[in-house]
């Protein structure tokens, strides 16, 4: 399944959040948004996996989702967004409650994620005994479960501390390794967009629009040992994005 | 005498010395067996001041007498005759008015039309001394147990009310958008979601509710009931008999303390996930 934005805009009274934006997001790539913050990443987040309606412009679906897929649009959370009264197994049978499973079969889900995230021995874990990184583990997990057609992850590592992130972006190379998933990654982190997207949106400041666009050819597994390649794309991010950031960084908010 | 320069090699100043710990502090923390012994130092500092006439025995009973009173009371079958409806009242009060609170609290949280419509009604009735409404009730629904109902159930009704409302909004909404953007259904989100975060919050108001209860139920009866703990404490002042007066009052303060402790029973029980 493919999603595909045309010319989406929206704004909220009278700030203009974002203009003109089209974007396809193809099946089996991790497309990564980054841009200035204030720019509208967590609102065409919100737009693309409808909790929230663009004032112009359409979202659009192209196929449809695999068999199996039981929530298309999944979301990770920046805080995790997890029932701190829930168990990390508890959070995960949550989102399969709803769905006509039988028992085996939600077992069957939930002892695989779990065992994809390794958080098999942390089952019966309360959600506040766990670190950020075991958390946002637990999250992935939960999106995980429902098979989901396209995976919109919100600033997902930006509550962490810098080791346990690079824990974490391995994790998410290895699970992309072992099955492909198709995904929205909005961050603010350059180093996570060259490590994780095989295309790179980059936003200009509000209103946020389409600024450039970087393809990544170098497949995901690889990246970890092609740091001066990285590193290349990294600045050429950067010399895009310096002035938007240093503009947007000195801009009165009022909105 | 302290000298501050450095040697010439940059080593040791020539005067060393700790620097002055100024942390710590302001973090209680529980300390056993205080609370009986000062419980228990008062209770002999009032007897021993009433045995010597340092206290005369009109000021306080002897605590000794007040412990004698509620034996006999308990041996003579008096206690349950005061307790039992005592209990009923209350019972009864508590159950319509925390349940009608939390009912039309959680809607006011949900729906912006109820909202809109009950919370300024909710925020003038709030302040009013209920027991002012008693008379009121006793025209309605007569003299007996009907009124005395009303009475604690209107009570406990508009703390219960503001506190779970309160709690329904502080719920974390993305937790609520979360369990949107996985498709629950809006029963699924207030059932799995707004009511299990709202919980803790709306026990504590139950924790306040309920004790206004208790002043409710006490005053009620010192105003028009043949039984109960209130009139029991009521014709004791009456009487100037204080031991009695006494009693009662520390059969107040036990009911208290068990409220208290069986709500602080359901906390660790159910929210053991803090
Ligand atoms: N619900 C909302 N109501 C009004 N303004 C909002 C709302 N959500 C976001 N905004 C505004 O829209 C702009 C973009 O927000 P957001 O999408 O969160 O940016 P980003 O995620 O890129 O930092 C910000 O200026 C923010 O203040
Ligand atoms: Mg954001």
């Known amino acids: 399944m493919q999603l595909e934005l045309v010319s989406v805009g929206h704004a909220y009274g009278p700030v203009e959040v974002m203009a003109d934006i089209s974007l396809t997001v193809p099946t089996g790539r991790i497309v990564c948004l980054v841009g200035p913050s204030g720019c509208g990443k967590s609102t065409l987040l919100r737009i693309l996996g409808g909790l929230e309606r663009p004032d112009r412009g359409a979202v659009l679906q192209l196929g449809q989702p695999p068999a199996g897929c039981l929530n298309p649009l999944t979301y990770v959370f920046q805080h995790f967004a997890l029932l701190p009264w829930r168990t990390v197994e508890g959070n995960i049978r949550l989102v399969l409650e709803h769905h006509h499973l039988a028992a085996a079969e939600r077992r069957e889900i939930i002892d695989d994620v779990l065992a994809r995230t390794r958080l098999t021995d942390f089952r019966a874990a309360w959600p506040r005994q766990l670190s950020g990184g075991m958390r946002q583990r637990v999250a992935l997990a939960r999106a995980l479960a429902v098979r989901p057609a396209v995976m919109l992850l919100d600033e997902p590592l930006s509550a962490l501390d810098s080791q346990t992130r690079e824990l974490l972006m391995d994790d998410l190379v290895a699970l992309w390794t072992r099955a492909p998933f198709t995904a929205v990654y909005v961050t603010h982190n350059l180093d996570e967009a060259v490590r994780l997207g095989h295309r790179i949106v980059v936003l200009s400041r509000r209103p946020g629009r389409i600024r450039a666009m970087l393809d990544i050819d170098i497949p995901l597994a690889e990246r970890a040992g092609a740091a001066g390649e990285l590193a290349a794309r990294q600045a050429e991010l950067w010399s895009m994005m310096r002035a938007e950031a240093e503009a947007a960084d000195r801009e009165l908010s009022d909105g | ?274």
């Not at chain 2, 300024?120 to 009124?147: H, M, N, Q, R």
């Not at chain 2, 502080?170 to 949107?180: A, E, P, S």
Request: net charge positive; aromatic share 8%; glycine share 12%.
């Open chain 2, 1 to 274: 005498m302290v000298d501050q320069t450095h040697s010439a090699t940059g080593a040791r100043p020539v005067a060393a010395r700790p620097i002055a710990f100024r942390g710590g502090g302001f973090a209680p923390r529980p300390v056993r067996h205080v609370a009986p012994a000062l419980f228990l130092v008062l209770i002999v500092l009032v007897e021993a001041g009433t045995r010597s006439g340092i206290i005369s025995n009109l000021t306080l009973p002897r605590p000794s007498a007040v412990a004698l009173t509620l034996y006999d009371l308990a041996v003579s079958g008096g206690l349950m005759q005061h307790l039992v409806p005592s209990m009923r009242r209350l019972g009864v009060g508590i159950a319509l008015g925390l349940s009608a609170g939390i009912g039309l609290g959680v809607l006011i949280g949900l729906f912006s039309l109820i909202r809109a419509g009950l919370v300024p009604l909710v925020a003038a009735l709030f302040p009013i001394p209920k027991i002012a409404l008693l008379p009121l009730f006793v025209i309605w629904f007569g003299i007996d147990e009907t009124s005395k109902y009303a009475l604690i159930a209107f009570g406990t009704f508009t703390p219960m009310v503001v506190a779970t409302y309160g709690a329904v909004d502080n719920v974390d909404r993305t937790l609520v958008r979360m369990g949107q953007s996985f498709g629950l259904g809006w029963w699924a989100i207030v059932t799995k979601i707004v009511m299990p975060g709202a919980f803790p919050a709306i026990l504590s108001g139950m924790r306040v509710a309920i004790a206004i209860g208790i002043i409710l139920l006490t005053a009620a009866e010192m105003l028009g009931a043949e039984y109960g703990i209130g009139a029991y404490i009521l014709t004791a002042g009456s009487l100037y008999d204080l031991e009695k007066l006494f009693a009662g009052v520390s059969i107040l303060s036990m009911l208290g303390l068990m409220v208290s402790f069986v709500i602080g029973r359901i906390e660790k029980r159910m929210l053991d996930w803090r």
